[in-house]
């Protein structure tokens, strides 16, 4: 099993910066890739950032050049920096981890809310 909490959360203004964090605990060997995604009011859950256990990044094309994702192994955490955000970047932000394999897994963290207001 993986535990993951986030935190960083809460309200910005628009064309501001906010970092979250999560903090990784279990099983951390089994897992192949960490990210993160999002939920808004109404609408599915989206796949925002992601890291590989070798190190690659993937993006969603809406927070490209905006969001940084990074990895601490030492420290089993994940992080995610955001920059000029706007209004619809307001959601729930979950922590994921996934473990491939013949029976694929996904972890998630309990969520942290970004709000990004004037």
């Known amino acids: 099993q993986v535990q993951l909490v986030e935190s960083g959360g809460g309200l910005v203004q628009p064309g501001g910066s906010m970092r979250l964090s999560c903090a990784a605990s279990?099983?951390?060997?089994?897992?192949?890739?960490m990210g993160w995604y999002r939920q808004a009011p109404g609408k599915q859950r989206e796949s925002v950032a992601a890291?590989?256990?070798?190190?690659?990044?993937h993006y969603a094309d809406s927070v490209k050049g905006r969001f940084t994702i990074a990895r601490d192994n030492a420290k089993n955490a994940v992080y995610l920096q955001m920059n000029s955000l706007k209004p619809e970047d307001t959601a729930v932000y979950y922590c994921?981890?996934?473990?491939?394999?013949?029976?694929?897994?996904?972890?998630w963290g309990q969520g942290t809310q970004v709000t990004v207001s004037s």
């Open positions: 890291i590989t256990s070798g190190g690659s990044t």
């Open positions: 994921n981890a996934w473990r491939g394999g013949l029976l694929p897994v996904d972890y």
């Open positions: 279990g099983s951390i060997f089994s897992i192949n890739a």
